[in-house]
């Protein structure tokens, strides 16, 4: 297992509410990335934090929103939830900015539905 | 987007058998990643080779890259039902962008 942590493990919320997912990244690393991946597809970057910057971000609307705090832990934010929102939002700490220059570790996830 | 495709969508094989898996992607890359998922939990980091590369080797698994036709292999030897698991590949484009494929689903018959 890696040293980077998720919660909540499982939510379930309903169209047009908000969510938080927290992430906790692992000890030495200053770099969080996020994913989103749908059921049977592969992770869909989201955006990445080095050092408590946005450094970077995928094909996502605003609603999807994140903040890096100075201990590296990290929030993924979504509002105005849709039923398309469903999936498993992944964290990934790494050492370094570049999305695919260092090894990433991931955390066990945490499984969104929307009703 | 998704960059990478991997090929194929599922493989089942007895265990002891070698596995490969193939990927191919778009656009040019700094290095090419494998991962793998076990039923829908984190990925777990394999194998990086970088585009000057063109083949790696950790443990039971060996990778190629071939930057001329935009695709790699993994290849694992002496399969494990333990090995029973999603392998995705991710490439780190000049864009600076991460891109996985949609993966292979191993499975690892005892």
Known sequence: ETGVTQSPTHLIKTRGQQVTLRCSSQSGHNTVSWYQQALGQGPQFIFQYYREEENGRGNFPPRFSGLQFPNYSSELNVNALELDDSALYLCASSFGAGRGRHEQFFGPGTRLTVL | ?110
């Open chain 2, 1 to 110: 987007s998704q960059q990478g495709e991997e090929d194929p969508q599922a493989l089942s094989i007895q265990e002891g058998e070698n596995a490969t898996m193939n990927c191919s992607y778009k656009t040019s890359i700094n290095n090419l990643q494998w991962y793998r998922q076990n039923s829908g939990r984190g990925l777990v980091h394999l194998i990086l080779i970088r585009s000057n590369e063109r083949e790696k080797h950790s443990g039971r698994l060996r990778v190629t890259l071939d930057t001329s036709k935009k695709s790699s292999s993994l290849l694992i030897t002496a399969s494990r039902a333990a090995d029973t698991a999603s392998y995705f590949c991710a490439t780190d484009a000049l864009d600076n962008d991460m891109r996985f494929g949609a993966g292979t689903r191993l499975t690892v018959k005892p």
